[in-house]
Structure formats: C-alpha cells, structure tokens
Nanobody, 118 residues
Framework: VQLQASGGGLVQPGGSLRLSCVVSGTIISINSMGWYRQAPGKQRELVAVVTGGTYTKYTEAVKGRFAISRDNSKTTVYLQMNSLKPEDTAVYYC?????????????WGQGTQVTVSS
C-alpha cells in the first residue's frame, strides 16, 4: 500500500490550502483515512479522520476551519484547510487503515510541509 500526499506549501495567515493523498498498490479496502500533523518539537497529532466514507472527526483546534473528504472511488482523501493560522504550521501526514477506526495508523504517506507565515 502506498499513500502519496501533496498540496503543502507556504501561505499567509487567513489563507487556504487543500492537501491530497492518493492511495495505490492495494486490493484491500481502506476504510478509514486521516491526516496527522507534527510541528517542530511537538508530538504527532491527529487532525482529522474519515471512516466508513461518511463519519468525520476533527481535533478541536481545527473545527470549523478544516474539512476532510474522500472521493467516491475511495482512492483519494482531501483536507481542505481554511482560515489558516501560524500554529497550523507543521508537516502533515496522511494515513489509512483497513479497519473502521478513528485513529487510522496502519499505512502512512511521506508528509507534506505546510507553513503559515506572513
């Protein structure tokens, strides 16, 4: 199973980015996918998860600003990030699991850097 994340970059506070993560190389169903992030000197934290295609959960710090979604083929998961703040700066990792779980951590993408700065 390979997960390929993309879409990171440098954005000003208040701006938006959309991260994408493409799943390939598997014939099994990836039933849960998520986005984690890790800022310098901090532990990796779960930002958002979608499981079963419809159930979503967000960490409190991003509620109302971020939205996670999957395409109908379930091969791509997105993280739409709006109203970005400097504290959102981190490396963002996509993850997946064949299980229905709110902490998908069986498979990992390579990470994409998001920097929010003026």
């Amino acid at each position: 199973v390979q997960l390929q994340a993309s879409g990171g970059g440098l954005v000003q506070p208040g701006g938006s980015l959309r991260l994408s993560c493409v799943v390939s190389g598997t014939i099994i169903s990836i039933n849960s996918m998520g986005w984690y992030r890790q800022a310098p000197g901090k532990q990796r934290e779960l930002v958002a998860v979608v499981t079963g295609g419809t159930y979503t959960k967000y960490t409190e710090a991003v509620k109302g600003r971020f939205a996670i979604s999957r395409d109908n083929s379930k091969t791509t998961v997105y993280l739409q990030m709006n109203s970005l703040k400097p504290e959102d700066t981190a490396v963002y990792y996509c993850s997946g699991s064949p299980y229905y779980t709110i902490t998908p951590d069986d498979y990992w993408g390579q990470g994409t850097q998001v920097t929010v700065s003026s």
